[in-house]
């Protein structure tokens, strides 16, 4: 009803406590109260609790919940702009990407979003992915060749691992650490703390830095909700998630190094690969799939021609 | 306040006889209302609720084991069983316990245990003899000690849930004890309880007749080894197997024993839709419910209870034991794992506790209350298949929580049942 | 008697539910064997599998139990109504079948509203709207209140046995009392 419109804004996120996103969103909730005296908050239900990442962004487009944090990928599945983040090999660093995300081309995805019920708030970092494996160090794509690998339920992985010549196994996360011991699959592909928090290296010792897929995450709210703030909480709501993101990002980036020496100290072989432009160039397929739009067009153009 | 909304509306509808399903969504609908919760919400959460793949493995291995009756696949294999170890006096609900836990040990899923041979072994020990109440308390209560044998997918989801990196292969180790301990001990009350009802032991069939049993049973038994060695090589997952059964158990139905037809075959499938159908709506309502409690932030509240109360490790693991019994009643396993292990591992750490120990304690605590009323989804599976009343099940049930509970105690208040093996490596 | 055209009709319905559900079992079946199939003997696992399979399970849960409103067969505690006297149980049954026939209409409205809102999503590796595997919920709604109305005012368990009845659940516990 009306009379609650200060409840706390109800915000999920399927990482766990104490995870940068959780933190910064908190932060985040912090920061909005400080600049209302305490008429706007934020109560986090952190660790899944409301749900996957798939589930808590319907609950938000139907109102149920204010505040989501989730990956890129599950707004693939209607508004194709946010395909563009995900592309293999877009970003050619992850300053390009924070660069790009933060400026024009970040902006125009979070607007494609007001149409499906969704206000797009910041991106935060979800690090650069590599693949890992029970097999071998992967230094060039036929070292991939027939190789299982895990992608999640997306369309766009499938193709880049079918572009290495690799067999691409839908699979939810939870059943890979199993299948990885039982050789069902033979790798996966994730950033350094996913791979350290879901002890997938304990099966599989070998991360191959392919840093093919930089994709952000995003932090979006409900519409509905949204609609019943005052202008003035709105512009609160959007600064102090912006003000959030940088934050997100130092936590982050002390994640992905303790991750990483804590990985190596316990035995995982990292390697870089011979030639990044050797992978790179098979994804001319997947691209030309999923860029179809003028729009698209024209946002990859705007992401490739920054100067970052 | 809400929450007792959500509580009293969900007795008042089990007592008025509404099924669980329906009383699980009413309850839930009404506590949407009341925390102005759009009732979208409550059906997505239906839905996703049992849009899970590895649930999968209910309905294919419900499938799988009223095919293997059907075919009298089943029939053959209880023979050999009640030829070796079936002797003793209610030697085929011993040999249930064995089956289940071995089962439930590799596919790691207690429901898939309770339906692959709940639907295999129960319609058999009716036939010689056993009461259906029996045959289903021991399948239902045999099927948790899968939880403890490793792989065990839950392990696997508590040390992601710890946020401390707690080893998967140390956890996996520590479950190995523990479950024989259980196993054991529903063994011994298995046994007690059929020559106290007077049930009767195998007959030896003689060297000649077994050996003829033992050929017979080949293509039956292959099945079995289909399963196990499919996962444990990686040729598939627990929950593809679960369809391979299916269609394995098929084709030499159609083929081999030629015992199953076209017919037989749909009526196999209409009655595993059934079965399927009245646990997995629960299990989706459920998933509504669990999704009011966990906005009410029930399991919060309850842990901020402990630390209120006291210090005591002793006195603390008691009450988390009572917390996990009491919401692992109303709530599924991996959702609690997740919501509850960031909550209370600090807690038990706090007094000593090793996370590793604490993960085993959780696992015999959450497969407790999935046995258990008003919501246990292995109760429920057991029921159904057994097709009895769940009231019917639970009157006799108690000897085997005994049993459960005695694990339970010996597990939470010995550690080094849990880390010795652990320890060696 | 109409009364016993609608048993009839709402019989035969509740059995097309149940064969329509053991056939998209039979289907879920064989594509997740053949996700096995093609990821060892072909060497490369068909994407689709999983979804399809996925969102069949969701039509045969929800249809199958619709049916089991019809056929009694769903899970439900009775050892209060076996304590009342026949008058007070009688209202007790009817007063379960209006909650759950409530249930069902709100399935159908809510559910309906969640197939609407989401008819423009699409599911991966389908490439159908994310709605279609949530239409079976509004589609058994709809089926749940016929059925729950009809046992409110034509309780076939109070009545002679029509077809197969299930083994356990109300009929047979009424049996026994
Ligand atoms: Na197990
Ligand atoms: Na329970």
Known sequence: ?????????????????????????????????????????????????????????????????????????????????????????????????????????????????????????????????????????????????????RVQNSDLYVSM???????????????????????????????????????????????????????????VMSLSRWNKLSKADQEIVKQSARDSVPMMRDLWDARVNSARTELLAAGVEANEVEDQSAFSDLMKPVWERYIVSDKQKALVKSIQSMEL | MEI????????????????????????AMATFVVLDIPLVVAFQRMAAGVSVFSLMAIPFFIFAG?????????????????????????????????????????????????SAMGSTLMPLMKERGYDGDYAVNVTVTAAIVGLLIPPSHNMIIYSAASGIGVSIGDLFLAGVVPGVLTAGLLMFVAWRVAIKRGYPGGKFPGWRA????????????????????????????????????????????????????????????????????????????????????AILEAPTQLASLITSVTDNPIAVLLI????????????????????????????????GVDPVHFGIIMMINLGIGLVTPPVGAVLFVGAAVGKIPVEQAIKTIWPFYLALVAALLLITF???????????? | MSDNTLARVTHKAADVLLIVS??????????????????????????????????????????????????????????????????????????????????????????????????????????????????AIPIAGALTTIFSLERIFDDPAEKAKIGEMSAFGVETEEGDA
Not at chain 2, 249 to 262: K, S
Request: overall charge neutral; charged content about 15%.
């Open chain 3, 22 to 135: 053991g056939i998209a079992l039979l289907m879920m079946t064989f594509i997740v064997g053949w996700q096995v199939f093609g990821r060892y003997v072909l060497g490369s696992s068909p994407s689709w599998a999983e979804q399809s399979a996925l969102t069949l399970m969701i039509w045969f849960i929800f249809l199958g139990g619709a049916a089991g409103v019809r056929d009694g067969f769903h899970i439900r505690i009775i050892a209060v109504e076996n304590m009342v006297s026949k008058s007070t149980r009688k209202k007790m049954r009817i007063a379960s079948n209006a909650v759950v026939g409530f249930c069902g209409l709100a399935m159908l409205w809510w559910g309906g509203e969640l197939v609407v809102r989401t008819w423009s999503h699409v599911i991966p590796s389908l490439g159908i709207p994310r709605g279609m595997a949530y239409l």
């Open chain 1, 161 to 219: 691992i079918k572009a290495l010549d690799a067999d691409p196994t839908p699979m939810s996360l939870g059943e890979v650490y199993q299948s990885l011991v039982q050789g069902v699959i033979d790798g996966a592909e994730n950033n350094w703390p996913s791979y350290q928090t879901g002890r997938h290296f304990e099966a599989a010792p070998y991360y191959s830095l392919t840093r093919h897929v930089m994709a952000p995450e995003i932090l």
């Open chain 2, 320 to 351: 988390v034991n009572v917390i996990l019994l009491v919401l692992g009643t109303f709530m599924d396993m991996s959702p609690l794992i997740v919501i509850m292990t960031p909550i209370l591992l600090p807690v038990v750490m706090a007094v």
């Open chain 2, 414 to 425: 010995v550690p080094q049942i849990s880390l010795a093996l652990p320890n060696l490596f």
């Open chain 1, 1 to 149: 009803g009306a009379a609650d419109v200060n409840r706390p804004l109800l915000a999920a996120d399927i990482l766990p406590d104490g995870f940068p996103t959780v933190e910064a969103v908190k932060y985040m909730g912090k920061l909005m109260s400080e600049r209302t005296d305490g008429r706007l908050s934020i109560k986090m239900f952190a660790g899944g609790q409301l749900g996957s990442e798939r589930d808590t962004l319907e609950i938000t487009t139907f109102g149920g919940l204010d505040i989501d944090r989730i990956a890129i990928a599950p707004l693939n599945t209607f508004e194709p702009l946010t395909i563009i983040p995900a592309l293999p090999f877009l970003f050619r660093s992850t300053a390009h990407m924070r660069g790009a995300m933060d400026g024009a081309p970040g902006q125009m995805i979070l607007d494609a979003l007001q149409p499906h019920g969704l206000v797009g708030l910041c991106f935060y970092d979800s690090g650069e992915r590599s693949f890992y494996n029970t097999k071998r160090p992967i230094l060039k794509p036929s070292d991939m060749k027939g190789m299982k690998i």
């Open chain 2, 66 to 114: 009223d095919l293997m009756y059907r075919s009298g696949i089943a029939e053959r294999l209880v023979q050999i069983a009640e030829g070796t170890f079936g002797r003793p006096r209610g030697g085929l609900g011993m040999v249930n316990v064995g089956a289940s836990s071995l089962f439930g040990a590799v596919s790691g899923s207690a429901i898939a245990s309770a």
């Open chain 2, 4 to 27: 007792l909304v959500l509580l009293v509306v969900l007795v008042v509808l089990l007592m008025m006889g509404v099924p669980v399903a329906y009383a699980l969504l009413g309850s």
């Open chain 2, 210 to 293: 077994f050996a003829k049993a033992i050929v017979f049973a080949i293509p039956g038994l292959m099945t079995a080894i289909i399963i196990m060695g499919g996962i444990l090589s990686g040729i598939f997952t627990a929950t593809e197997s679960s369809s391979i059964a299916v269609i394995y158990t098929m084709l030499i139905g159609f083929f081999i024993y030629r015992t199953l037809g076209l017919k037989t075959l749909f009526k196999s499938a209409k009655e595993s839709v059934k079965i399927t159908a009245m646990v997995m709506l629960i299990i989706a309502s459920a998933t509504a419910f669990g999704y009011a409690l």
